[in-house]
């Protein structure tokens, strides 16, 4: 399968424990994204890279949340010190470096912060 | 500010009733839109990309259109699998790399 994969697809934790979710895109994409999603809503965007340069940051992204993409490839998102609005869907995507091109979206992982 | 609005929230249709889903948007540049259909528990499944006024796409039962304000999903004579979350989407011109604005989505469901 040659698709975005996303790890774990879900986890539980409890009010302020760190979590960690790893994101291996299609390998031949520069590009890669970090969405969050909530019940009812689209996803919005947080973060995204262009190869190992994160280009990009939404206000979204509290001072809890950090991101890499340390060799151009697979990314991390660490969320430190959960707490329970953070329960949501995080979703990763990549595409081309070609500008307008559609992104292709991992099966993302479910938080759920107890 | 860039504002994605997609209409409506929910569709309930019988199989083969067709009709529309629609999304408005405001926009200070735009270079795409795009259509997905997300399915529960799943991230999103890429459908259509539209870039100008008047273009027109078609996939099995779907045809997406665009105009300068909006873009309408057909869905003709619907069948139980298609129902599902659409969303719209739209990348802007000054928007860094492929970055997405998403709408809230119409959630579909298509019954025998």
């Known amino acids: 399968d040659t698709g975005v994969s996303q790890d774990p697809r879900h986890k539980i934790t409890k009010r302020g424990q760190n979590v960690t979710f790893r994101c291996d895109p299609i390998?031949?994409?520069?590009?890669l994204y970090w969405y969050r999603q909530t019940l009812g809503q689209g996803p919005e965007f947080l973060t995204y890279?262009?190869?190992?340069?994160?280009?990009?940051k939404s206000r979204l992204l509290s001072d809890r949340f950090s991101a890499e993409r340390p060799k151009g490839s697979f990314s991390t998102l660490e969320i430190q010190r959960t707490e329970q609005g953070d329960s949501a869907m995080y979703l990763c995507?990549?595409?081309?470096?070609?500008?307008?091109?559609?992104?292709?979206f991992g099966s993302g992982t479910q938080l759920s912060v107890l | 500010e860039d504002q994605v609005t997609q209409s409506p929230e929910a569709l309930r249709l019988q199989e083969g009733e067709s009709s529309s889903l629609n999304c408005s948007y405001t926009?200070?540049?735009?270079?795409?839109l795009f259509w997905y259909r997300q399915d529960p528990g799943k991230g999103p499944e890429f459908l259509f990309t539209?870039?100008?006024a008047g273009e027109e796409k078609e996939k099995e039962r779907l045809k997406a259109t665009l105009t300068k304000k909006e873009s309408f999903l057909h869905i003709t004579a619907p069948k139980p699998e298609d129902s599902a979350t659409y969303l719209c989407?739209?990348?802007?011109?000054?928007?860094?790399?492929?970055?997405?604005?998403f709408g809230t989505g119409t959630q579909l469901k298509v019954e025998l």
């Open positions: 926009v200070s540049g735009l270079r795409g």
């Open positions: 989407a739209v990348s802007i011109l000054t928007g860094g790399g492929n970055k997405l604005t």
């Open positions: 995507a990549s595409s081309p470096t070609n500008t307008g091109e559609k992104l292709f």
């Open positions: 390998s031949e994409h520069n590009r």
């Open positions: 539209l870039y100008s």
């Open positions: 890279f262009q190869n190992e340069a994160q280009l990009e």
